[in-house]
């Protein structure tokens, strides 16, 4: 696990967070909504993104009022778009999220965007040419359910979620 533990009167206290990664997005697979991204509809938003030096935000379930860690690395590959970064376990939802990701229970990855540029399939489904990539979110229930994190990133959090649980009990003690 990518963490660093540190000890306090004898309970566990992990800093730097914890990593996680997955597919935000794949492209070509339709989702709920009928949309379906297009290759390189994020590499203009990325380089604006990365010439401005402003972040892609990772909220919790797209709520703006809680972002939960932070994207390390965001790019397109023959796949999709795939997000490595932390969650921030100074933050209460942070931790939360890393318990429910440990336990299995969450493992969706969903992205906010405003459309730049898009068509019309014959049977009327939209194909995302262009986007503004805004933020990428831990949810429940993504709008393309394939769009998950890996299981490096769950076995991690499963390891998390046992410190926490440790800590806890240790606690109770």
């Keep these: ?21 997955g597919y935000a997005s794949l492209f070509g697979l339709t989702d709920q909504g ?7 509809a994020f590499a203009a938003s990325l380089k604006r993104l990365g010439s401005v030096d402003r972040k892609v935000r990772m ?44 336990a299995g229970a969450i493992d969706g990855l969903s992205i906010g965007y405003r459309t730049i540029r898009a068509e019309r399939d014959q049977k009327g489904r ?15 229930f993504p709008m393309l359910p394939e769009a998950k994190l890996g299981s490096k990133a769950a076995e991690e959090m499963r390891e998390m979620a046992a410190v926490f649980l440790a800590a806890s009990e240790a606690l109770r003690g």
């Design 1 to 21: 696990m990518d963490l660093e533990r540190k000890f306090a009167g004898g309970v566990p206290v992990l800093s730097n967070g914890s990593v996680i990664e």
């Design 34 to 40: 009928g949309d379906a991204v297009l290759p390189g």
């Design 59 to 102: 909220l919790w379930q797209h709520d703006p009022a809680q972002p939960i860690g932070v994207w390390d690395e965001i790019r397109e590959d023959g796949k999709g778009l795939w997000v490595k970064g932390r969650l921030l376990t100074d933050v209460a939802q942070a931790r939360e999220a890393a318990a429910l990701i440990g």
């Design 126 to 140: 939209r194909r995302l040419a262009e986007v503004e990539l805004w933020e990428v979110s831990l949810v429940t």
